[in-house]
């Protein structure tokens, strides 16, 4: 018998990061090293024009493109389908399944600026980590703080997680809706007490990690689909 939505949330309490706002869910190994070696081969054998670059980082689309006026859904490779469907099992995208996967690919030393995902996904973000672990900090939007408050990224910080390596997190209401996101530009970080999930990982302030090469599955659900003679004008 399958598990309804909420009796899979409820187990997820064991999950939830209580320092932190509403929702964060962090799974330490959430798939083996085995898992993880396969994953990270299935990425490298993607042909070289699946991948962008951009500044800081590279990336492949799988699922589709998001578009504002919706995307036109392509079938989830094999590889990456059984992750959609393990996760949304969760009942994180209240029933629906995960239809687009992000990959993205850090070097040591990079990262992103602060951001939003937006309104084109369901209202929720579950990464899959690989390789490598990282540091997620949060920010107050900057229409958020006081007036006379400088508007630095030091004045709008909130809080850190620790992504680690094979783990999983899922973020949602105020911490997918509310607060931006990034990664801070650097090969290795020090941990601090402002790092909100330091239990559930397992580490200890004052931990001093290097990072290596880290690839992100970013598995989210697209609500609006498109039809091909929609995208392209036609009725």
Known sequence: MEESPCQTLTELE?????????TVYYFPDYITEAEE????QQVYKAPKPKWTQLSGRRLQNWGGLPHPKGMLAEKLPGWLQPYAEKISALGVFAGKTANHVLVNEYDPGQGIMPHEDGPLYYPTVTTISLGSHTVLDFYHP???VQEDTPQTEQSRYLLSLLVQRRSLLVLQDDMYERFLHGIQGAAQDTLTDRVANLSLARADPGDCLTRG???SLTIRHVPKMLRT???????
């Open 229 to 235: 003679s929609l995208l392209l004008g036609k009725k």
């Open 213 to 215: 090469v880290r690839v």
């Open 14 to 22: 064991q999950y939830v990061v209580k320092d932190a706002p509403s």
């Open 37 to 40: 070696t396969c994953l990270l």
């Open 142 to 144: 900057i229409n958020s």
